[in-house]
């Protein structure tokens, strides 16, 4: 089983600042199968990022992926508003799919 | 446009079982998977398994196999999700969502609203 870490737990950072949030996992993941969902309270997660680097329909361009292998990074170039939430990691290119534990992004 | 409706919350005793549904509207059932994904309160996301219905087999992680049956009923569009031997632990919101490619397990790209599960004496 791969086990995704995330780091750091939680983020505290100001409107327009930059956010990088890391995800690291135990063992190569396939083909770089790596996501990344943000979620708000009470709401369902949304995609924002498939295949380590690519941006899911209607994710605005601050949002970017990158990374392979065992390390992967999102980066939030300069924060609205709307992205204080908590972001998590998946991979998907083997079972079990795990998730990793979730980065808070907080208002600072 | 493609949605996920899931069935309402649930209040259950310990040692019963709850199972949710997720009816899909749009878009082609048979050929995208499906995966049910756990968060119990102030906690994070746990993928407990999910299903390709034109292929029928479902995986699921080994922490809920032999608990846990995935399924799928094509001529109403619509997978399920029954939990056996529920305890506190299976209080949680439980999430189905779809695989963003057509025959493969892969990024959740649709997500239904949830159904919150309560196990209470």
């Known amino acids: 089983e791969i086990v995704l870490t995330q780091s750091p737990g939680t983020l505290s950072l100001s409107p327009g600042e930059r956010a990088t949030l890391s995800c690291r996992a135990s063992q190569s993941v396939t083909y770089n199968y790596l996501a990344w969902y943000q979620q708000k309270p009470g709401q369902a997660p949304r995609l924002l990022i498939y295949g380590a680097s690519s941006r899911a329909t209607g994710i605005p361009d601050r949002f970017s992926g990158s990374g392979s292998g065992t390390d992967f990074t999102l980066t939030i170039s300069r924060l609205e508003p709307e992205d204080f939430a908590v972001y998590y990691c998946?991979?998907?290119?083997?079972?079990?799919?795990?998730f990793g534990q979730g980065t808070k992004v907080e208002i600072k | 446009q493609v949605q996920l409706v899931q069935s309402g919350a649930e209040v259950k005793k310990p040692g019963s079982s709850v199972k949710v549904s997720c009816k899909t509207s749009?878009?082609?059932?048979?050929?995208?998977?499906i995966s049910w994904v756990r968060q119990a309160p102030g906690q994070g996301l746990e993928w407990m398994g999910g299903i390709i219905p034109v292929f029928g087999t479902a995986d699921y992680a080994q922490k809920f196999q032999g608990r846990v049956t995935i399924t799928t009923d094509e001529s109403t569009s619509t997978a399920y999700m029954e939990l056996s031997s529920l305890n506190s632990e299976a209080t949680a919101v439980y999430y189905c969502?779809?695989?963003?490619?057509?025959?493969?397990?892969?990024?959740?790209?649709?997500w239904g609203q949830g159904t919150k599960v309560t196990v209470s004496s």
């Open positions: 969502a779809r695989g963003m490619v057509r025959g493969d397990f892969s990024a959740l790209d649709i």
């Open positions: 998946q991979h998907y290119g083997s079972s079990p799919r795990t």
């Open positions: 749009g878009g082609n059932f048979r050929s995208y998977s």
